[in-house]
């Protein structure tokens, strides 16, 4: 191959993409926290069975697990605005549709974690005199917690890849300033290449995170392991897939 | 909530006409009997019979669909409105009531994120509002009555089946309740488990605990009980002091049952 990379371009102009990285962040992890707060009504709406509040959020699900993320973004960034009359900022309609996308998937993994605790548990606490709220808070959610840790890292991880989609529409994220770079220097094979790169890292860190996250909820008896090994143990546990 | 009056003639639970369905399914089909304080009821039945939901409706982990539990005099779950009537009773008086009764599971239910010493604790905190340090003292105390102490770091995971029921009467036991329901405590154990488990539950008898408790363990109950309850089909089809019930009971149903077991 005759091809001369040229990845000195790519570095000369870093700021550019780091001033996307910023960008990046920002959306998925706005899209995060307003995701996990749609989530959690969600199913809790759906877990209390009220039925006049339910169907809107099946609806609400359904919708948008079954509709591309990028017609989503479009329909809200375009059509939201008309229909409702209210003008909003790039930034927030970006960041509420993939919220609404998230937050989507986000009650469907919170619903399925609550809804697998024992029933036996409850029946345990309650039967020593526990209240509804003690019974959530120190019986049902340090489980749930734990055992949604995985499903909740791949939505927050797809919640970083997805905010790529809004470089169709302008926003000056990671996607959109690789493509400014390329658009002046024509080097599109060198700029797409460290774009990806630097998605994967993002993801990647997103992952180490929920592990190392992981491992603090576990319950099992840990022994007292020093950081250099629990590092090894980190690394290790990447390459099994499920946490050890 | 109302106050119970406690004298030698209040039943430490007093069970009148209790009914209780799903659906269509009548499990409990008019129950009545008295516990009374030092009791030891041993109930039998084959599976199906109601066992289980009698005792689930005595703390209202099932509410009864009629009828009344006393416990104490007290109205189990319900409380004396302005009129006299009864009506529902709220969260906080349905807790306090439970708390009164100790209920120990077919299958345990220990919390698997705590430890056995954590499992026992928990509701002293959560429920009793003691200091982490008094409960601690508490469940370590309860742990030894079920001689676990050397247990109390582990996780339920890693305990037997008979190491884990221990553990739950000992969560049951550091509440002080007035009165223990077990629920076929010993059915989901492994054989060489169960006696465990039956030492446990002989040495509470011996102190006094008024206690019901659903078993298909026959020996057990010959031994400890005072009374035996035989119920059938959602009804109470005998009811007889321990000896007689075994010697000579009077039901040809209970007879059956009986012999079948014995034949086991």
Redesign the interface.
Known sequence: MSYEFRFDIVWANIDVLLLGVEMTILLSFMAMVLGTIIGIVTAVIRLRGIRLLSYPMIAYVEVFRGTPALVQIVWIYYCLPIIIGIEMSAFFSLVLAMALNSGAYLSEVFRAGIQGI?K??I??????????G?VTR??IL??AA?RMIPAVGNVFITSIKLSSLCSVLGMAELMYQGQLVIANYFRPIEVFTVVAGIYLVMTYSTSLFLIFLERRLA???REKVPLREQFKLIWASLFRLSPG | MTTAIQSERTPAIGIVDLHKSFGKLEVLKGITCDIWPGDVVCMIGSSGSGKSTLLRCINYLEPPTAGQVYVHGTPMGRVKAGDGTLRDADQGTLAKQRMRIGFVFQHFNLWPHKTALGNVAEALVVVKGMRRDEATERGTEALRRVDLLDKQDDYPSTLSGGQQQRVAIARMLAMEPDVLLFDEPTSALDPELVGEVIDVMQGLAAEGNTMVVATHELGFARETANRMVFLDDGVIAEEAPTETFFESPRQERTQSFLKRMLKL
């Open positions: 024992d036996g548990h029946d345990a606490a309650y039967a020593l005199g526990f209240r509804s003690q120190r019986i340090p489980q734990y319950w099992k008896k």
